[in-house]
């Protein structure tokens, strides 16, 4: 069984962007919320495949916005007395998910920023070789003999250990 609802939430240009309004396309158990009033989408995606959903149609973020979203979370997340975190998957298979927040280039911004001395939480990084939600032995197999310097490892910085999908997480 999968272990619970995914949820998105769309700001107005991103709404619009994935042109929501009217009568939106949605997959069996997937929900649009809609407003009560209006009937027009709220934003809320609600369902095991949400971020599918919008998949394709948000442009990945660039190197530099996805470090400057890495520096504003850690700043936030030290305000908060939060020293150290885990990422559930970075690698090849994070390619195009959620704007590419998990793919091979930001775990290279966590490297960059670890030899730089600019981590201030501990990262702990699940390395992801197949995509989103999938089980495939051999991808994994082959991820796994690919990786060379994975870690460059610091500090702040260490691999541990890979992603894998069974039950939806």
């Known amino acids: 069984p ?5 949820k998105v939430l769309l700001n107005t ?5 994935t042109s929501m309004t009217g009568k939106p396309r949605t997959a069996q158990g997937e929900e649009v919320v809609k ?17 599918d959903m919008v998949k394709g149609i948000l442009p990945n973020l660039s190197r ?27 690698g090849p298979g994070g390619k195009g998910f959620l704007g590419g927040l998990w793919d091979n280039e930001t ?20 390395l992801l070789f197949t995509s989103y939600g999938a089980f495939l032995p051999e991808e994994t197999y082959a991820g796994l003999s690919s ?6 490892e610091s500090q702040y910085l260490r691999i541990a250990g ?3 999908y069974a039950d939806g997480i």
């Open 35 to 51: 407003d009560a009033a209006s009937g027009e989408p709220t934003g809320l995606l609600i369902g095991t495949q949400a971020e």
């Open 13 to 17: 240009l991103a709404l619009k962007m």
């Open 162 to 164: 890979i992603k894998l």
């Open 2 to 6: 999968f272990h619970g609802d995914r």
């Open 147 to 152: 990786v060379t310097d994975a870690a460059r």
């Open 64 to 90: 530099n916005e996805k470090r400057q979203a890495i520096e504003s979370a850690m700043k936030y997340l030290n305000s908060l007395g939060i020293t150290s975190i885990t990422e559930p998957g970075l």
């Open 107 to 126: 775990l290279d911004i966590y490297k960059d920023l670890a030899e730089q001395d600019r981590l201030s939480l501990r990262v702990s990084v699940l």
